[in-house]
């Protein structure tokens, strides 16, 4: 019988932040043509929208930002785990299996929250995408009576971050499937599932915070109604962060991938525990 090898916390968060801090510079390469899609997503939100963002409108943006997003965590991954020459500088140059594969594996572990996020979001009325205690009592009855599927999507979430490991896998051409980052994070579930949601939470903590130093700093020197210039520079700037956030996270993966796994370059995975 094989067993797993261990996985520590403060190794993995450790080597998290070593890595991800460590490949600043290329941090900011890679995501050029993912960020100009992204935040050309986010401006056209703002202009197909009339006032208020309506919630399907906004889960719609949201749904094809996946695609910006894998372009960039490919390139992560790989520029993490092979580095140059066979890394790309600049991720999204082109469209192949490798991206495919991680949306491929990121719909299968997130595909639950995903669905009941889009039930909420096209029941939702198009002006309460933002919602106050008094907002959700005065929701109606059928849009309420849909949280009882909010257990259902956290707990969905939780196994999907335990799993998260393996969207590395495609990046790095390795043939994957759920079940195998279920057999690989065999011993080792809470370390898998409790790094890759700190790392989450700090980088969403992060995120709000310098999004709102971000508004507070642009709309004083550009100015509250600065137009579209205005709009371009925060959607760059919140794209940016949101692209550092996902970097946090699958520097997180790409460790675990590394470590459950054995992975080098040219070599076979090791066999996964029995």
Same mark, same amino acid.
């Given at each position: ?5 261990? %996985?520590?916390?403060?190794? !993995? ?13 290329? $941090? $900011? ?72 594969? $991680? %949306? ?34 005065? %929701? ?14 956290? !707990?969905?979430?939780? $196994? ?37 949601? !700190? ?18 700093? !642009? ?56």
């Amino acid at each position: 019988m094989s067993t797993p090898p261990p %996985l520590h916390f403060p190794d !993995v968060m450790t080597q998290t932040f070593r890595l991800c801090f460590g490949n600043l510079r290329a $941090f $900011f390469d890679l995501p050029l043509i993912p960020t100009i899609i992204s935040v050309a997503l986010i401006m056209g939100l703002r202009l197909l929208s009339d006032g208020a963002v309506s919630p399907q409108l906004l889960g719609l943006v949201k749904l094809l930002d996946l695609v910006p997003t894998a372009m960039f965590a490919v390139g992560w991954y790989r520029w993490l785990l092979i580095g140059p020459p066979g890394a790309s500088v600049v991720a999204g140059l082109r469209w192949s299996a490798r991206e495919t594969g $991680f %949306l491929r594996e990121y719909a299968v572990i997130f595909g639950l929250p995903i669905v009941i996020m889009g039930i909420f979001l096209l029941q939702m009325p198009d002006d309460m995408l933002v919602l106050t205690p008094n907002d959700v009592r005065a %929701l109606p009855p059928e849009v309420r009576a849909l949280g009882i599927l909010v257990p259902f999507a956290f !707990v969905g979430a939780l $196994f999907g971050m335990r799993l998260s490991f393996g969207l590395a896998a495609p990046a790095v051409d390795e043939a994957w499937r759920a079940s195998l980052a279920w057999r690989y994070s065999k011993g080792n579930a809470m370390v898998s599932l409790g790094t890759v949601f !700190v790392t989450t939470v700090i980088g969403m903590i992060g995120e709000l915070i310098l999004a709102g130093l971000a508004v507070a700093i !642009v709309r004083t020197v550009l100015g509250s109604g600065g137009g579209i210039g205005t709009a371009l520079v925060l959607s760059l700037i919140l794209a940016t962060l949101s692209y550092f956030k996902l970097a946090l996270v699958a520097t997180t993966q790409a460790v675990i991938f590394r470590q459950l796994t054995g992975w080098r370059p040219g070599t076979n995975l090791q066999p996964p525990p029995i």
